[in-house]
């Protein structure tokens, strides 16, 4: 009983961990799962394979495989019981991808997606696992597609130059459009519109107004930029084609900058103008307001003296009243009581 308690919890443990991993038909073998370090590239319509290997490097035969894309649940392709399990394998890849079993024994297992398609540009996980102990990496699949050769055409005159369009389309991913003039300097000004059909495939649209008379031939470009392949197409501009200057049309522009100028001139003298004949009309109104205000002042301050006056001689009116009636009264009393002879 001593010995057992002196013993460290690891060594109890490892009976249980062999009986599980008996039972299980595993080992306690530990191995890590490495995949490619670099983007795996393929193109549309061909096949692409996504491989990933153990290491070390064991016997891979026995182990469960997995690919599959965002979710564990959504399997690309798995591998159980030496052979391929169909039950949770996503709907797109169903008749498409299968395991290279080649170099399966030396722990390396592939999976080729035949028919590439733009669905399967993205991330990918490769998942092992054997008996309890599994590992996963992590690879990218990048898609790439040439399309069509660009088309180029004049579209006719625009402002002072020449517009000439260039259209591609079936590319993937979103293409690069460059233009060229006939030494090879680039045309930095032009406009570009890129349009996406139901297969995810992009189609370009870019419009160039050439305006120097000298330049020849101009070359549109698309450029896929994961497989760093291009298509050309170069068209010829005669000069004769370019808008030719009139003296009439310059005479034109010059009266019309004028004209231009005059009214621009005659607009700022209206409006200078209108802004004095305002400032004077509000001037003349603060005045109006300032003597009506001193009239109805003026007017206030007479009718308060008015309303004084009338106020004064009423009481000097009852006053004098009061004083006629006092002195009566007195002359009365005195008349009454003077002792007669």
């Known amino acids: ?6 013993c460290p919890v690891l060594c109890r443990l490892t009976p249980l961990l062999l009986l599980i991993q008996l039972l ?14 670099d983007p795996i590239v393929a193109v549309l ?24 894309r965002s979710k564990f649940s959504e399997a690309v392709f798995i591998y159980q019981n030496r052979q391929e399990q169909k039950e949770e394998q996503l709907a797109g890849y169903a008749g498409r991808a299968s395991l290279v079993r080649d170099f399966l024994s030396q722990g390396e297992a592939a999976v080729r997606i035949g028919q590439v398609q733009v669905s399967d540009n993205g991330l990918y996980t490769c998942f092992f696992r054997k008996g309890v102990f599994y590992e996963e990496a992590s690879l990218e699949l990048k898609v790439a597609g040439v399309g069509s050769a660009p088309e180029v055409r004049i579209t006719g005159p625009e402002e002072d130059g020449i517009r000439v369009l260039c259209t591609a389309s079936g590319w993937f991913p979103k293409p690069q459009v460059q233009w060229r003039d006939g030494s090879g300097e680039k045309f930095l000004a032009f ?11 992009f189609s370009v649209e870019a419009a160039l107004v050439v305006r120097d008379r000298s330049v020849g031939n101009v070359t549109c470009s698309v450029l896929n930029p994961v497989l760093g392949q291009e298509k050309a197409m170069a068209i010829f501009i005669p000069e004769p ?16 900058t004028v004209l231009m100028l005059l009214v621009l001139g005659a607009g700022c003298y209206i409006r200078r103008e209108h802004s004095i004949k305002l400032r ?3 001037e003349k109104r603060h005045l109006w307001q300032a003597k009506e205000e001193a009239r109805q002042t003026k007017e206030k301050a007479l009718q308060d003296r008015a309303e004084l006056q009338a106020q004064l001689n009423w009481r000097k009116d009852v006053y004098l009243a009061g004083w006629k009636k006092a ?5 009365w009393r005195t008349e009454k009581f003077q002792p007669r002879e």
């Open 1 to 6: 009983m001593e010995d057992l308690s002196c």
């Open 24 to 37: 299980t038909g595993g080992s306690l073998e530990e191995f890590s799962v490495l995949g490619p370090s």
């Open 45 to 68: 319509g061909g096949d692409a394979v996504l491989s990933c290997r153990v290491f070390p490097a064991m016997n891979a035969e026995d182990m469960e495989l997995r690919w599959f």
């Open 191 to 201: 406009s570009e519109a890129h349009t996406q059909d139901a297969e995810g495939l």
């Open 241 to 256: 084609f370019f808008p030719q200057a009139s003296p009439w049309k310059v005479a034109f522009l010059v009266s019309l």
């Open 280 to 282: 004077e009309m509000e």
């Open 327 to 331: 002195q009566l009264y007195a002359d």
